[in-house]
Nanobody, 120 residues
Framework: QVQLVESGGGLVQAGGSLRLSCAAS????????MGWLRQAPGKERDFVAA????????YYADSVKGRFTISRDNAENTVYLQMNSLKHEDTAVYYC?????????????WGQGTQVTVSS
């Protein structure tokens, strides 16, 4: 079955950095656009970043532009989220998700999430 497993979350001070990873299995990874979303306590799940199946196109929420970078390694079936200059408001559970062929197709698969906590 399809599995998306996030890792790399943790506790970091404001201004610090973290790199999240999402390892995929059970699907043809290079056929899926990938996204990162996050959910803070008491809030809805929000879009953070997305990357096309080839890695040639990326998109970011305005709140993370210039601070976060999404990338992927199709040989390793892994998508990454490099998070720099972290702010307290970045605190959330971060999820990776897969959508077939193109960004905007609709997420079919989700990971279990990884907690990111930024202390102010």
């Amino acid at each position: 079955q399809v599995q998306l497993v996030e890792s790399g979350g943790g506790l970091v001070q404001a201004g610090g950095s973290l790199r999240l990873s999402c390892a995929a299995s059970g699907l043809t990874f290079s056929s899926y656009a990938m996204g990162w979303l996050r959910q803070a306590p008491g809030k809805e799940r929000d879009f953070v970043a997305a990357i096309s199946w080839s890695g040639g196109s990326t998109y970011y929420a305005d709140s993370v532009k210039g601070r976060f970078t999404i990338s992927r390694d199709n040989a390793e079936n892994t998508v990454y989220l490099q998070m720099n200059s972290l702010k307290h408001e970045d605190t959330a559970v971060y999820y990776c998700a897969a959508e077939f062929l193109r960004i905007g197709a609709g997420y079919e698969y989700w990971g279990q999430g990884t907690q990111v906590t930024v202390s102010s």
